[in-house]
């Protein structure tokens, strides 16, 4: 099983671009995550999702957007890329919402640097 | 809203010492999971603690839930040099909360 898919695993964008972060699980999980990584700080939820169709907002939403059109993919747009957005991105998701308690299952995670 | 402290930020221990982290809570906790994070890798689930005053154990790992469901703690035994990374705990209010994490380094 592959589990959860990032990519790039790098990535080096300039003040104003705009990519798409790749995530893909095989596990058939309805919820998916995507959270940023900042150096002291906890893992901070962006988005989620609860299903294909379905997605709300997380604890850092702004600039970035997101859509599920499948269960098995969830990637996160990047609509300008700043500076402040410097950070290692994670995915991940579970066989059910965590309120549920189900383990979250993370992906290897994409570094990106914004100049 | 949730909160959730972890202390402490940061340890150094000789190889063979015992480790030990913990997670605070302002408000009492339906459950509370732990992970840890290679450096430079991606979390891995260790646990999940659910009732009052559970003890866990994976070899060398003990997890406790406090009796108030308030607070917990992963305690390693004899830490070797594969136990280095973050371990940070996991926990669910009205929203996903995750601890800053502990930083475990270890020399050997």
């Known amino acids: 099983n592959a589990g959860v898919t990032q990519t790039p695993k790098f990535q080096v964008l300039k003040t104003g671009q705009s990519m798409t972060l790749q995530c893909a699980q095989d596990?058939?999980?309805?919820?998916m995550s995507w959270y940023r990584q900042d150096p002291g700080m906890g893992l901070r939820l962006i988005h989620y999702?609860?299903?294909?169709?379905?997605?709300d907002q997380g604890e850092v939403p702004n600039g970035y957007n997101v859509s599920r059109s499948t269960t098995e993919d969830f990637p996160l747009r990047l609509l300008s890329a700043a500076p402040s957005q410097t950070s290692v991105y994670f995915c991940?998701?579970?066989?059910?919402?965590?309120?549920?308690?189900?383990?979250?299952?993370f992906g290897n995670g994409t570094r990106l640097t914004v100049t | 809203g949730q909160q959730v402290m972890q202390i402490p930020q940061y340890q150094h221990v000789q190889e063979g010492e015992d480790f030990t982290t913990y997670c605070n809570s302002s408000?009492?906790?339906?459950?509370i999971q732990w992970y840890k994070q290679r450096p430079g890798g991606h979390p891995v689930f260790l646990i999940q603690?659910?009732?009052?005053?559970e003890v866990k154990k994976q070899k060398r790992l003990t997890f406790q839930f406090g009796e108030a469901k308030k607070n917990s703690s992963l305690h390693i035994t004899a830490t070797q040099t594969t136990d280095v990374g973050t371990y940070f705990c996991?926990?669910?209010?009205?929203?996903?909360?995750f601890g800053a994490g502990t930083i475990l380094r270890v020399k050997s």
């Open positions: 996991v926990v669910y209010g009205n929203k996903l909360v």
């Open positions: 999702s609860v299903g294909a169709g379905i997605t």
């Open positions: 408000t009492t906790l339906s459950n």
């Open positions: 596990m058939n999980h309805e919820y």
């Open positions: 603690l659910v009732k009052s005053g």
């Open positions: 991940a998701s579970a066989s059910s919402p965590p309120i549920e308690g189900s383990p979250l299952h």
